[in-house]
């Protein structure tokens, strides 16, 4: 089943700290029998939340706040979208998460994928295009974290955005996302790992869904993202993060 | 088979379907030369995905440098031949430079034949695709294709170290770069007027590397030696050819129509090259050469003595009887033609000048200027039975009639009828 793994956020990835040779090597090694047997979809870095900005949708108004918005480990860092047979198996694979990560302090979250009223995930992130990529990803709320299910006529507009989006080319890739109770945590202290089941109770730091856009800035991103039926959205969230690109990432 | 999921994962990292298929057929070989040798890892897949997973980055790597670092230091270095900046230079903490000379040092690595090098540094560093590379060469497409798969190949090897090398170790691996430039130069600076436009190209590209290179390796007196060179021989490339595309001789080019900029460049870095190390080595005593004749605003001025005296430094580093024959010339018009004559006589029985025609070309000039009009006229016949360039054989063919009508007029040889 596919799954999304967020790795959170360390005072590293929030300085902007690109990944140094050996880590880059050791996390090529982690993935690489996955990426062999074609089981990895998807593997983004988000750059810092100082660059980034939340849209705070209240009584049909969007406020944009800009970032950094909240500890580093309560922000994203990356997202890979891959293939576990279940969530038993998915936690053992991370326990070898490369150490030098985090310098041992990593911590990653695993989340079923599913948009509670069933529409489907679509989409590849790395798709090719013209202009910057961002995540926007609608920060959870505690009817998400119920597993509500939005009415029939939210989700025929969600639909038809997706399509009409992926049609126009610049939405990539979108993911809806089960409750944290079928999720888990992974976190590594001075090295070792410690598998935590879901439910989280900090519902500010979950994600219910995400998208990525191509925009040539980020306020193409917002405008998206205005413009798009979030379900829930009288009181929604939404954070925007430049996804880094490969040049960014590995070059010198 | 793992190649498509392989070549799908390198796609996400490197955006371009043609580089993953090239790297992922590159694991593929790694593979068939490693595994058995080293045996078949326990896990093939990741194994494969692996190294071309760090390929791919080294490619993305490369990409950048050359993309956008390469431009900032070319414009950079226009004019670099103040040794304060020099010095200013080398101090830096540059690790720009460093990759770049790395990567330069790469595409020259001695591991690879002298054609992957020119290949390679054209791709690396020129960022010429294989199909200018292969038609600024006149070879097929797929041979310079080969060349490259079979370099990266050897570049693979977890033998070959990567970096920039120090000491002797330097001179020689710099060595092997100056001589991939100035091939390069040549085989551009060869390929007369018309034909592909990519064959000039290559002097241009030429010169930008070796001015790159004067940037990043700034004390080193024989880049700045060989940028001079190419500075000079550039500054003629308009004068070189007459219209029907014939070339012209240097002694008889129309001297206005030489580009007085780059000669100005050529005598800067051959200036640096003097002051940094003294102008000695090859390249900065072949532009030290041309330099005698660009500075001459008509043949009549030229200094003579001078470009003598360098033909004879040089032949104490590289003897060649081609050398002697042009130190002759020299040696004819500083200090007239029976000196001269001397040295050619010398070289009349060297086996290795056996068909060259300008042996016999130069003596029967020397002869003729001495008033042994038979023998001139041998010599000239000699001559233009040996070259295969039609207009080259008219010419000696109306010297040799023109010496022979010199003979019919017995005593000295003067007056006309």
């Known amino acids: ?252 | 088979m793992e190649a498509p999921r392989i070549i799908a994962a390198l796609v996400r990292v490197l955006r371009d379907v043609g580089t993953a298929e090239e790297l992922a057929q590159d694991a593929l070989v790694a593979a068939l030369e490693q595994w058995p040798r080293d045996g078949v890892p326990d896990k093939p897949g990741a194994w494969l995905m692996t190294t071309a997973r760090n390929r791919a980055i080294d490619r993305i790597r490369h990409r950048v440098l050359v993309e956008k670092k390469h431009e900032a230091i070319s414009h950079d270095l226009d004019d670099v031949y103040d040794e304060q900046e020099a010095r200013m230079f080398a101090a830096l903490d540059d690790d720009i430079g460093d990759d770049l000379l790395r990567l330069v040092f790469t595409a020259c690595h001695p591991v690879l034949s002298p054609e992957a090098q020119v290949a390679l540094t054209l791709r690396l560093l020129g960022g010429l695709s294989t199909d200018e590379i292969a038609r600024a060469f006149l070879l097929p497409e797929a041979t310079i294709a080969q060349r490259i798969v079979r370099a990266k190949r050897a570049l693979a090897d977890p033998a070959v170290v990567y970096e920039v090398p120090r000491g002797e170790d330097l001179q020689a691996r710099l060595a092997a770069v100056l001589r991939v430039v100035y091939l390069v130069f040549n085989e551009g600076y060869a390929a007369t007027a018309g034909g592909d436009w990519m064959r000039p190209a290559l002097c241009d590209e030429a010169l930008r590397l070796g001015r790159v290179l004067a940037g990043l390796m700034p004390l080193e007196s024989e880049v700045h030696g060989l940028v001079a060179l190419m500075e000079l021989q550039a500054s003629r490339a308009s004068a070189r050819t007459a219209a029907d595309g014939t070339p012209i001789l240097l002694l008889e080019q129309d001297r206005s129509r030489w580009d007085r900029l780059l000669i100005q460049r050529g005598l800067a870095a051959l200036a640096t090259a003097e002051r940094l190390g003294g102008a000695a080595g090859p390249y900065a005593l072949q532009a030290a050469l041309a330099a005698c004749h660009a500075r001459a605003a008509r043949p009549e001025d030229t200094d003579w003595n001078r470009i003598h005296a360098l033909y004879q430094v040089l032949l104490r580093q590289t003897p060649s009887p081609v050398i002697e024959l042009n130190r002759a010339v020299a040696l004819s018009m500083a200090q007239g033609p029976a000196a001269a004559l001397e040295v050619v006589d010398r070289l009349k029985d060297d086996p290795a000048l056996s068909g060259y025609h300008l042996l016999p070309s130069v003596r029967g000039d020397l002869l003729s200027k001495l008033g042994r009009h038979d023998e001139a006229a041998a010599e000239f016949h000699r001559a233009a039975a040996m070259t295969r360039n039609d207009r080259e054989r008219d010419l000696l063919n109306e010297r040799a009639t023109a010496a022979e009508k010199l003979i019919a007029r017995p005593g000295t040889g003067q007056g006309s009828e």
């Open chain 1, 1 to 252: 089943m596919k799954i999304v793994l967020f790795r959170r956020g360390d005072a590293d990835s929030e300085a902007g700290v690109k990944p140094w040779p050996a880590l880059v090597q050791a996390m090529g090694d982690h993935f690489a029998a996955l990426e062999a047997e074609g089981r990895v979809y998807a593997g983004e870095g988000l750059k810092p939340s100082s660059q980034a900005v939340r849209v705070t949708f209240k009584d049909g108004k969007a406020v944009v706040t800009d970032g950094p918005f909240a500890e580093a480990r309560e922000v994203i860092a990356g997202i890979s979208l891959i293939d576990m047979p279940d969530m038993d198996t998915a936690a053992e694979w991370l326990k070898q998460w490369p150490i030098e990560d985090a310098h041992g302090n990593a911590e990653i979250e695993i989340r079923d994928l599913g948009c509670p009223g069933g529409l489907p995930g679509f989409g590849d992130p790395a798709a090719p295009g013209e202009g910057r990529r961002y995540a926007v990803m609608l920060l959870s709320t505690e009817a998400a974290e119920a597993d509500f299910v939005p009415p029939k006529e939210v989700l025929a507009k969600m639909a038809d955005a997706n399509r009409r989006g992926q049609d126009a080319g610049h939405l990539l890739a979108g993911e809806g996302l089960k409750s944290s109770r079928s999720g888990k945590r992974v976190k590594f202290t001075g090295g070792k790992p410690q598998v935590i089941d879901g439910p989280f109770a900090e519902v500010k730091e979950l994600v219910a869904g995400f998208w990525i856009v191509r925009a040539a800035s980020i306020a193409g991103a917002i405008a998206w993202a205005e413009g798009y039926p979030f379900p829930g959205k009288e009181w929604a969230t939404v954070e925007i993060r430049q996804l880094y690109e490969p040049e960014e990432l590995f070059g010198p």
